[in-house]
Nanobody, 117 residues
């Protein structure tokens, strides 16, 4: 499985970005039944879960992004998205897409998000 993120960039506080993650080399049924997640890692900090979409379709968010970020997916296109609104400087980090199948855990290479005040 290969995951490629895109959509990162530099924005001012209050702005929005939409991250995309394209999955390849995975059959649609496996993608559909997998858990999806977006993580981020700021310099000098541990990687943290930002948002997840469970196998049952439940969406969970880190408290700091609730009401601002939305995770979604398109099974037919094998895409995972993270809509980020009202971005703040503390959201600055490298964002990683994660796909957790029953047998393995896959990660993308990351996309940088920089929010200036």
């Amino acid at each position: 499985v290969q995951l490629v993120e895109s959509g990162g960039g530099s924005v001012q506080a209050g702005g929005s970005l939409k991250l995309s993650c394209r999955a390849s080399r995975i059959i649609t049924s496996t993608f559909t039944s997998s858990r999806m997640g977006w993580y981020r890692q700021a310099p000098g900090k541990q990687r943290e879960l930002v948002a997840e979409l469970t196998r049952d379709g439940v969406k969970n968010y880190q408290d700091s992004v609730k009401g601002r970020f939305t995770i979604s997916k398109d099974n037919a296109k094998k895409m995972v998205y993270l809509q980020m609104n009202s971005l703040q400087p503390e959201d600055t980090a490298t964002y990683y897409c994660n796909v957790d199948t029953d047998s393995w855990d896959y990660w993308g290479q990351g996309t940088q998000v920089t929010v200036s005040s």
